[in-house]
């Protein structure tokens, strides 16, 4: 990418270095509440990266949903169940599980390193500033509504049968249910 | 930026599946299982930008998965710290061979 600003390039790699690290901060902390922040930490910067991709409406659906919501139900039950605290028993896996997690990171990069290599599909890319073109053109939520309403209506709809099994389950599993008196 | 996208996504995945493997802890394994979403989300929003806009719509359908999911998750979580009183992996082990 030579044609892309410093600027952008260097904040593109600040978000992007902001979220790992926080990544591994989330994965390395013993209390929960503390890895639940850093989480809101990482999407928050993948927020940034949305936008500087040129989606901005998925960026601040991004700190809405996942920053916001999401995360929030996760607090509320690390609340609701007194987890708070780290435990004093040991949260980490031993020896073996970690040489094994260790193994596993290390072949997925490789392999998505050895993808990443293979470079894209040239009759099918467009050019680099068609997704900006769109937010210009259609608007920051017309660029999405408009495939979303027209090409991808059934799945759209079937979304919706998707978040009513969601909401029957939970409350079915989260009822208070006392197991004496079945 | 494609490259760059895929390679922070990548590394953000593989720290996801990593805390998956490590940690003991239901709630923060769950919360992992969130950063791998969130990661390849990166990934459809990065392909987005060169192959059209269908990558957002995914994004879209991804973003209202991981909110049921949470959901359900979160529900079970509660159930089962109501049988066990812990959300420790190691001691739930009723399906263990």
Redesign the interface.
Known sequence: MQNTPLFYTFNFYLFGIIAIASAVCFVTRKSPVAAALWLVNTMFSLAAMYIMLDAPFIGAIQVLVYAGAIMVVFLFVIMLLNLGQPSEIADVRNQKWRLIAGFVGLAMLAEIFVLTRSGSVAALTLPGDAAANAVIQSGAVGAIATPLFTTYLLPFEITSVLLLAAIVGAVMIGKQRSTHAR | ????????S??????????V?????A??I???V??ML?AV??TF??F???????G??F???T??????????G??????L?RHKQT??L?HINILKG
């Open positions: 930026m494609l490259a760059e996208a895929l390679f922070f990548a590394v953000l995945f593989t720290i996801g599946v990593v805390g493997l490590t940690r003991r802890n709630i923060i769950f919360m992992c969130e950063l969130n989300n990166l929003v990065a987005s930008r060169a192959y059209g806009a269908a957002q719509i994004v879209f359908f973003l209202t998965v991981a909110a049921a999911e949470a959901a359900v979160l529900a079970i979580i509660i159930s710290f959300v420790n190691q």
